[in-house]
Structures are given as C-alpha cells and as structure tokens.
C-alpha cells in the first residue's frame, strides 16, 4: 500500500505528464503552422520536416498581405465583425435587461422559449431562404448579409450571458436612480452600464470572435472579391494554389492573430462570461 | 377611494412594465422572426413545392415529389450512416477528453493557468484555419505527422489520411475532436468547482478511492451539465458544415459526406430549393424527437434531485 503523500506525489506526477502531453497536441499545430509560415519555399517541400528554420523569411507574410490582398480581406472581417458586435451588444443589452427584470410577465417568458429554440436552429438549414432572401432584397453582394446573419445567431447567447450578469445587479440601485429622476434609458445608460463592463467586454469577444472566425455564410453569401472576408479566402486561396502550403500557413496565421492576441488580454473576462451564459441556456 | 387609487397606481406599473418590455425585446424579437422564423416557415414551404434557384420556371405543389428524389438519391443512406457516425464518435471523444482535462485541472497546482489557456486554444481558431492546419500535417508528401509514423515505424509508408476511403472520416472526427473539447474542458470545469469539498473529503475518510469518488460523488453531481452539453453538441456536431467542407468537401467519393454537405450539394450545386428544403425538414423532424427525449430527461433529472 503506498502511503498518502507518495500517492500525492504520484497524482501530482500523473496530472503533469497528462496536461503536457494534451497541452502539447493542443498548441502544437499552431507552433507547426508559424514555423511553415517563416520557411522558405524549398524548406517547406522537404521530404524530412524540420523544427528548425534554417533560413526565416517573412516572403510568405508579406506575399500574402500585399499580392493576395489579405489586407483587404482582414479590413472586411474586421468591418463585418465590428458592426455584427455592436448591433448584437445593443440588441442583448436591452433584451438581456427586460429577461432580468421582467421575467414574471408571459410576453417576457415567452420571448425566452423563442430565444432558447433559435439558439438550436443550425445556419446551415436556414442557408437558401436566407440566400434567397437576401437575394430578393438586394443585399447579398454586401456586408449587410453577413452582419444581419451574424447579429442573429448570437443575439440568443448573448441575451443569456446579459441577462444573467443583470441578475447580479442590485435592484436597489435603480429603484435609487429613478427617485433621482432617471427614466429607464438613463438608468441603464448612466447606472448600469457602467457596473457591467466585465461582461460587456464578454459578451462582446464572443459576437466579436463568433462572426471573425464564420465561414459558410460568407462562402455562400459573397461572390465578388471586394467585400469577402478572412475565412472563405483562405480556401479560395487553397482551392487557386493547390501546393503552396508556405502561403496558405501564413494566410491562417494572419487569420488567428487578432483573435488571439484579444483572447490573451481578456481571457479572464471571456471564460467567466461564457461559463454564466452556458449554464444558463 | 385609497385603495382604488393603489390599484390604479398599481395597474399603471403593470403597464408601463409591459410596454417597456415590448419595447426593448423588440429589436431582438424583429431579428428572430425575420431571420429565423421565417426561413423556418419557408423552409417548410418548399419542401412541397417545386422551386428552383436558377430556373425560375419550375413551381407549384409538389407533394412528397421532393422527399423522393432525396431518398432517391443513391448516396442518401451513406450520408445518414456518415452523419451518426460523425456525430456519435465526435460527441463521446469530446465528452471524454473535455471531462478528463476539466477533473485534471480542478486540482491544485502550479502552472494550472498556462495549461488552461494551452488547452482553450484550439477552440479560438476559425475551423477554417484548424482545418487547413491539419491538412498540411496529415499531407502524405510533406505532412509532419506521417514523417513522425514512420519514423517511429508504426507505419510502414506514409497515410493519404484525407484521401483514403476507410481514414477520411476518422481523420475528420478527430479534428473535430481536437478542437471542440475546450468548450466541454471549461463547462465541466465550471461544474466541478460548484461541488462541495467537504463531500469528496467525507468519502475519503471513509476510504473511498479517487476512481470510486470519481464515479460515486463526481459523476452523479455532473448529470445536469452533462445533459446540456451533450444535447447541445449532438445537435451543433450532426449540422456541422463547416468542418467535413474545408477537410474534404465530403470527399473521397463521398466517404464523409453529412447530411448538411447534401443540403449544400442540392441548394448550391443542384439548384434545386426544393429538394434541399426536403433534406432540411427532414432533419428538423429528427432534431425535434432528439429534443423531446432531452426535454424528459432533463425533468426526470431535475425531479430526482429533488
């Protein structure tokens, strides 16, 4: 029988060895998919992989940003993205405050139910009427398909992780603010608001990430070079250089380093956020 | 008179909470009808009827004419077939290995932050980028995974991983595995630390081990969490496009390809609506009895903790 602290020990053993191993598949393709990017076109085509980089370039970088017009690309993403988080953040702050504070009423309840089923309502079946409709309206050659198309399918989870952070918020507060005069719109505005950048910020990085990493609707909706986003021209671009991996490996890693240079200044925010919103739905 | 007056005070503050409730879901409400509820209902709708995106010819009712040629189709039980499997194996690695990192993690540690933050990366890459990243290792001409194979001879010549009939879809499952167990890892975790301490130290007094605590105390207490997230990704992974599209686009010969690559075969290449609306109801019908079951059992379970 092994004593209490060897058996310790040994857990303690056991955990470090599982994490590393898992943590190193976890972050190894992204280590694998810099160093590609960084090699030269010869080193890349080698029959024996290498760790190393015996010559670094940043060709493949810079071939991709200004031949390719990835600079382009990320501009869009960035705009639909942006536009997608903050028409989202308005939607869930208002709906996520009526589903706080109102909840006995039906109309409220009901609203629930119907943001709890559109949240199990995949894109992908909803593709050709939203096509098709888009189509109609005139708005499928533009950002506006894709910012209304992201604004919706995260409004739910949104609504969710806003509404329960606003259970958090003491009534008292308002009841304050509005004996000062403060009519709703003010009370949220300049009382709580202020309390709830935390999970403004959550809720936020997750519209945000949510519609800079999604790919079917803007493979589908957009045809035309000027307005496509990051994603979809990533496999155009595999799809038009079939073995250019240097290129390609250096399009992902312009892809990801927005997202996860925002994700490692606000992770802290991002996962309690996330953690609320999840339980709740 | 005063209690009039109260009550009519009182019917005013109803109302006015009302209004102010349909005024601020409105926006959200406006999105879900227009954008949700309406591809739904259209959905619907063409699934018996004729349309067709190109030849604008092609309508009226078509009865049950549009399940049959899906059904028709020679590659629809393949795609059924593919569909379970994707779904089944992906869930049950990701529970697995979500569940073995989060119980890993819930102990005290040093360097406990930066394996959380290793282990939630791949959850925060486009599937696009994962996809493609995978693809240049699984390349059988330069891939860094088949050169560590065979250097370590547990292959004798390197593996088309992607373009092999009998290795395409457990390839695909286990990209998909790898990059969706964080959310499962950080759901759990949050489970775990809700537990009370005090259980897991009483069981160990009485000289319950860590794999008999595991399944007695831990277990029991994750049936919650547990349900939700596995209803929620059973769901997510069976309408998964993204993933099967970037690795394979359904390929080698239809080896992996879902129901959702049909409905995108049919809507985008076929142009027949119809046809793929059918596909769509089809797999609504299917969501809907999954939801059921979840719907008893989650009753069941919140009627047994109490």
């Given amino acids: ?281 | 008179m005063k209690n009039k007056q109260r009550l009519h005070k009182h019917k005013n503050r109803a109302q006015r909470e009302i209004t102010t409730s349909v005024v601020m879901l409105l926006p959200a409400i406006l999105f879900l009808v227009l954008l949700i509820a309406y591809p739904v209902g259209k959905v619907f709708h063409d699934a018996f009827s004729y349309t067709h995106l190109v030849n604008k010819s092609m309508e009226g009712f078509a009865g049950l004419e549009n399940f049959k040629t899906v059904m028709r189709d020679p590659h629809f039980t393949q795609a059924i077939k593919n569909t379970v499997v994707w779904t089944v194996f992906s869930v049950a690695g990701e529970y697995m290995v979500g569940m073995l990192t989060a119980v890993l993690l819930n102990q005290k540690f040093k360097g406990r932050a930066i394996f959380r933050t290793c282990i939630f990366i791949p959850w925060l890459v486009p599937i696009i980028v994962a996809g493609m990243t995978w693809d240049w290792m699984l390349n059988p001409n330069f891939g860094i995974v088949n050169y560590i194979l065979t250097q370590l001879h547990l292959v004798d010549a390197p593996v088309n991983f992607l373009g092999n009939k009998s290795t395409a879809m457990a390839t695909v499952i286990f990209v998909n595995i790898w990059r969706s167990f964080p959310y499962y890892t950080i759901s759990f975790l949050a489970a775990l630390q809700s537990i009370p301490k005090d259980l897991n130290e009483a069981a160990s007094i009485d000289g319950a081990g860590m794999f008999r605590r595991f399944f007695s105390i831990t277990m029991p207490q994750m049936k919650t969490v547990s349900l939700v997230i596995i209803f929620m990704h059973l769901i997510w992974t069976s309408i998964n496009f993204d993933f099967i599209w970037v690795m394979t686009e359904g390929g080698p010969n239809y080896a992996t390809e879902t129901l959702p690559l049909m409905i995108y075969r049919y809507s985008m290449k076929k142009f027949n609506v119809g046809a793929a609306s059918a596909l769509s109801t089809m797999m609504i019908a299917m969501m809907t009895i999954l939801f059921i079951f979840y719907y008893r059992m989650r009753t069941q379970a919140a009627n047994d903790s109490n």
């Fill in chain 1, 1 to 281: 029988m092994l004593g209490r602290k060897a058996c310790n020990r040994l857990t303690k053993l056991i955990t470090y060895i599982l994490l590393t191993m898992i943590s190193l598949v976890c972050v190894f393709p992204f280590l694998w998919m810099v160093i590609t990017a960084l090699k030269p076109e010869t080193e890349v085509r080698q029959a024996v992989p290498s760790l190393i980089i015996h010559q670094p370039t940043i060709e493949n970088l810079l071939k991709v940003l200004f031949d390719t017009g990835f600079v382009k690309y990320m501009r869009n993403s960035f705009v639909v993205a942006s536009a997608a988080t903050v028409l989202s953040m308005i939607i869930a702050v208002m709906a996520g405050y009526v589903l706080s504070r109102y909840y006995k009423r039906r109309i409220v309840k009901l609203s629930n139910v119907g943001m709890m089923i559109s949240q199990m309502i995949p894109g992908v079946l909803l593709l050709v009427p939203l096509y098709i409709t888009m189509q109609k309206i005139g708005l499928l050659e533009s950002y506006f398909s894709l910012i209304l198309a992201y604004t919706t399918f995260v409004i739910p989870l949104c609504t969710f992780m806003m509404s329960s952070f606003f259970d958090t918020v003491p009534i008292e507060l308002e009841e304050a603010a509005e004996m000062d005069g403060c009519n709703k719109f003010t009370t949220i505005v300049r009382v709580i608001l202020p309390l709830s950048v935390p999970s403004l910020v959550s809720t936020g990085l997750y519209a945000f990430i949510n519609a800079w990493n999604e790919f079917m609707f803007g493979y589908v909706f957009l045809s035309t070079d000027k307005y496509r986003t990051i994603t979809p021209a990533i496999m155009l671009f595999k799809g038009a250089n079939i073995t250019d991996w240097g290129g390609l490996m250096a399009a992902s890693v312009i892809a990801v380093i927005p997202v996860t240079f925002i994700f490692l200044f606000l992770q802290r925010y991002f996962l309690e956020g996330l953690m609320s919103g999840s339980v709740k739905g």
